[in-house]
């Protein structure tokens, strides 16, 4: 991600309606043709992160991202990691800021990660990625215990590790004691979080494993209006506990939170289940 970039000139704030109206067509069309949905069209307006002086059709959008952003926004989900992230490092504030921007991590998930190990380790435990359990055939005795305790077996069909983002473990016993699952953007994730919480459930080895979510909510699920959306009662329901990263206001409660809280309440559900 590129860290110095010419400023622009004139702040959206000092442009007309009109104006504004112009930056989000060329910009919806741009996101289109680079295959998002408009989620991250006032998001990068606020952000100054297009000179609109110098654009006026898509491609010329396009150009602007990937020199600020790197070729690799054309794939996956990479725009919206490298907008959250770099939003988050302006917004957040104190020790979780400063941990925040000391990261190295590249990716959302390994951002968190980052973030919440040196605390989590002070509780005895550690902190990894799924990545960590397949990336190489060769593991530690260690990991290879890890591993084996999370597997879900589907019997003469399969076997799999549950598709989530960030393990907590014990190294006295090896057990997961937590699992994190990192979203940018909530849209057709609640669905598969909710499987693999329930399938975890079902074994009597992974049934006492705590399930997060962390989240930026770039598309506004877990807001309230006038009441909740699905996938707000969702989470609220079969979810330990929900943690967003956001300037937006957020309508919390018991189950959904600041991201600033996670630690805090991990610790408490740590004491009450020793």
């Known amino acids: 991600m590129k860290n110095n970039t010419e400023p622009i000139k004139a702040a959206p704030t000092a442009q007309s309606q009109a104006d504004l109206d112009r930056m989000k067509s060329i910009l919806e069309d741009a996101l289109y043709e680079l295959g998002y949905d408009d989620t991250l069209v006032d998001i990068l307006i606020e952000m100054n992160v297009i000179d609109f002086n110098t654009v006026d059709y898509p491609e010329h959008v396009e150009y602007q991202l990937e020199k600020y952003y790197g070729?690799?926004?054309?794939?996956?989900?990479?725009?919206?990691?490298?907008?959250?992230?770099?939003?988050?490092?302006?917004?957040?504030?104190?020790?979780?800021?400063?941990?925040?921007?000391?990261?190295?991590?590249?990716?959302?998930?390994?951002?968190?990660?980052?973030?919440?190990?040196?605390?989590?380790?002070?509780?005895?435990?550690?902190?990894?990625?799924?990545?960590?359990?397949?990336?190489?055939?060769?593991?530690?005795?260690?990991?290879?215990?890890?591993?084996?305790?999370?597997?879900?077996?589907?019997?003469?069909?399969?076997?799999?590790?549950?598709?989530?983002?960030?393990?907590i473990y014990d190294p006295e016993d090896l057990r997961v004691v937590a699992v994190i699952w990192c979203a940018v953007n909530l849209k057709n994730q609640i669905d598969k979080m909710v499987y693999w919480k329930l399938k975890l459930q079902t074994d009597e080895d992974t049934s006492t494993i705590k399930f997060y979510l962390v989240t930026a909510d770039l598309d506004g699920t877990l807001k309230i209006t006038d009441v909740p959306q699905k996938g707000r009662a969702i989470v609220e329901t079969e979810i330990n506990g929900t943690y967003v990263l956001t300037k937006e206001n957020l309508q919390e409660s018991d189950k959904v939170k600041l991201f600033e809280h996670f630690i805090e309440d991990f610790k408490k559900v740590r004491e009450e289940t020793q």
């Open 71 to 167: 070729e690799s926004i054309a794939w996956d989900d990479n725009l919206e990691e490298a907008v959250v992230i770099e939003s988050s490092d302006i917004f957040l504030t104190g020790e979780l800021g400063e941990s925040w921007r000391a990261s190295k991590g590249k990716t959302f998930r390994e951002r968190i990660r980052d973030v919440i190990t040196p605390s989590i380790e002070k509780l005895g435990l550690k902190v990894i990625l799924r990545y960590d359990l397949v990336k190489s055939t060769t593991l530690s005795e260690e990991l290879e215990g890890v591993k084996r305790h999370l597997t879900v077996d589907y019997g003469k069909f399969h076997s799999e590790i549950p598709y989530i983002d960030i393990l």
